[in-house]
């Protein structure tokens, strides 16, 4: 395969690390190398690190270097592969690019390493995806689960799935073939138990995709109540900065504004709203609208209020994670605030009791009681993936139960079996893959 290459750090350090990958990579590489010691690149060991100087055509020396060596198929692509870390000059890394080109490289396309180890079998497409999301992880909770996928923990609870299918699928298919003889190999109330362990599991994962979407892209947490009650002001407070308009003046937040911030390794996306009361400015009542669509959107949401009779409707937010927050407690006395766990008095603008609100929110998310063996789906194609194969393996359980013959049963087997593959990369086409590296940086 030709030799690919291509600057693996962030333009702008002290250092760079370019990657080559490829037939011929290490002689493609020792061919720009001089080494300190007189060292031929091609006769080294794999995983091993040589100083020396990156020179041109003319013997001009571009940089010094230290370059490491792997030989195939023990390299991150599985393929011959060299990693050449010079100084990090704008001017040193092109010339370094350029000269590997003119050797027989060319410029690697956005993920094309992690495509080839894929393609290479180095991991199967779900760990593939799991390093664009380690690279991008933003708190402590992402990069635990982007870790354990790349690990292989969820293709191994695949693989464990697929091996239950396929145990089902072949006793069905013997069946077929003594048709004529009319023998049953598989007994069904053995079959209607595994199917339904199997429906218990994909159930499992789906439904930890809130879960994992919310670690992954934050939780996001709406701020509403009537207006001048301080959602405002709080919202500064929670994100240590005047990132919203402060003022006593009613109405003054008429679109919502938003914002992140990670509060015990979970990021929260917090979304100050327009205040809600009766208006008949149209801007105003736009603002509104807006409101109670985010407060649908979020997973929690804050109802400020600054006294104990003013509040919201909150039976438009039924199934949401409702946090009651009394605020102004520095002005206003609660003597009869009810002591619950989703209810709180604070002041925003003196801070207090702030602290305690950030844990209620921690532990609302329930984020903190993930294991590090717990499997988390985080990734929308898998989740679609797998509510293809909770549907197949439903109809599997319906036939079962009814005593629908075996070959019918070993269709929707099949189509289970298949919507788990495509997460791994079993039956994923061209496109797809193309489709998925393309969101990866070059250089990984």
């Known amino acids: 395969m030709q030799p690919i290459c291509a600057n693996s750090t962030q333009p702008g350090g002290a250092v760079c690390l370019i990657r080559v990958s490829g037939n011929d990579a290490i002689s493609i590489t020792n061919r720009l190398f001089r080494s300190k010691r007189n060292k031929d690149l091609t006769l080294m060991a794999g995983y091993t690190v040589h100083l020396g100087e990156i020179v041109d055509?003319?013997?001009?020396?571009?940089?010094?270097?230290?370059?490491?060596?792997?030989?195939?198929?023990?390299?991150?692509?599985?393929?011959?592969?060299?990693?050449?870390?010079?100084?990090?000059?704008?001017?040193i890394v092109q010339r370094i690019i350029e000269l590997l080109i003119a050797q027989g490289c060319r410029l690697a396309r956005p993920g094309e390493f992690t495509e080839r180890a894929f393609m290479n079998g180095k991991m199967d497409l779900s760990q593939a995806e799991a390093v664009a999301d380690l690279i991008a992880s933003s708190n402590a909770a992402s990069h635990r689960l982007a870790m354990s996928q790349m690990r292989g923990g969820f293709s191994k609870e695949l693989g464990r799935l697929r091996s239950q299918?396929?145990?089902?699928?072949?006793?069905?298919?013997?069946?077929?073939?003594?048709?004529?003889?009319?023998?049953?190999?598989?007994?069904?109330?053995?079959?209607?138990?595994?199917?339904?362990?199997?429906?218990?599991?994909?159930?499992?994962?789906?439904?930890?995709?809130?879960?994992?979407?919310?670690?992954?892209?934050?939780?996001?947490?709406?701020?509403?109540?009537?207006?001048?009650?301080?959602?405002?002001?709080?919202?500064?407070?929670?994100?240590?900065?005047?990132?919203?308009?402060?003022?006593?003046?009613?109405?003054?937040?008429?679109?919502?504004?938003?914002?992140?911030?990670?509060?015990?390794?979970?990021?929260?996306?917090?979304?100050?709203?327009?205040?809600?009361?009766?208006?008949?400015?149209?801007?105003?009542?736009?603002?509104?609208?807006?409101?109670?669509?985010?407060?649908?959107?979020?997973?929690?949401?804050?109802?400020?209020?600054d006294n104990e009779s003013t509040t919201v409707d909150e039976?438009?937010?039924?199934?949401?994670?409702?946090?009651?927050?009394?605020?102004?407690?520095?002005?206003?006395?609660?003597?009869?605030?009810?002591?619950?766990?989703?209810?709180?008095?604070?002041?925003?603008?003196?801070?207090?009791?702030?602290?305690?609100?950030?844990?209620?929110?921690?532990?609302?998310?329930?984020?903190?009681?993930?294991?590090?063996?717990?499997?988390?789906?985080?990734?929308?194609?898998?989740?679609?993936?797998l509510q293809k194969a909770y549907d197949a393996i439903t109809k599997v359980k319906q036939q079962i139960s009814e005593g629908i013959s075996g070959d019918i049963i070993s269709l929707d087997l099949h189509a289970c079996i298949d919507a788990l593959a495509e997460i791994v990369g079993g039956v994923t086409c061209e496109d797809t893959l193309h489709a998925i590296f393309s969101r990866f940086c070059v250089g990984k």
Request: aromatic share 4%; net charge negative.
């Open 315 to 385: 039976t438009l937010l039924k199934g949401k994670t409702v946090i009651k927050v009394f605020n102004k407690a520095d002005i206003v006395n609660y003597p009869t605030l009810p002591s619950t766990s989703n209810t709180i008095a604070i002041s925003a603008k003196q801070g207090t009791n702030i602290d305690r609100l950030e844990q209620m929110l921690v532990e609302a998310t329930q984020i903190h009681q993930v294991e590090d063996s717990d499997i988390i789906v985080t990734n929308v194609r898998h989740v679609e993936a």
């Open 57 to 91: 055509v003319d013997g001009t020396v571009i940089d010094e270097s230290l370059v490491i060596v792997y030989h195939a198929p023990r390299s991150y692509t599985g393929e011959e592969a060299t990693e050449i870390m010079c100084h990090g000059s704008a001017f």
């Open 165 to 305: 299918l396929l145990e089902m699928t072949s006793l069905l298919e013997l069946e077929i073939d003594f048709s004529e003889e009319d023998v049953e190999f598989a007994d069904r109330q053995q079959l209607l138990t595994l199917a339904e362990d199997i429906h218990h599991v994909i159930g499992r994962l789906i439904e930890s995709f809130r879960t994992g979407n919310a670690i992954k892209n934050g939780v996001p947490v709406a701020i509403i109540g009537p207006t001048n009650v301080g959602k405002s002001t709080l919202l500064n407070r929670l994100l240590h900065e005047d990132k919203a308009i402060v003022s006593d003046i009613h109405g003054t937040t008429r679109d919502t504004i938003e914002d992140t911030i990670s509060i015990q390794g979970i990021t929260f996306r917090f979304i100050d709203t327009a205040g809600i009361r009766q208006s008949d400015d149209t801007i105003e009542q736009m603002g509104i609208e807006r409101t109670w669509k985010k407060a649908q959107d979020a997973e929690i949401v804050l109802v400020v209020s």
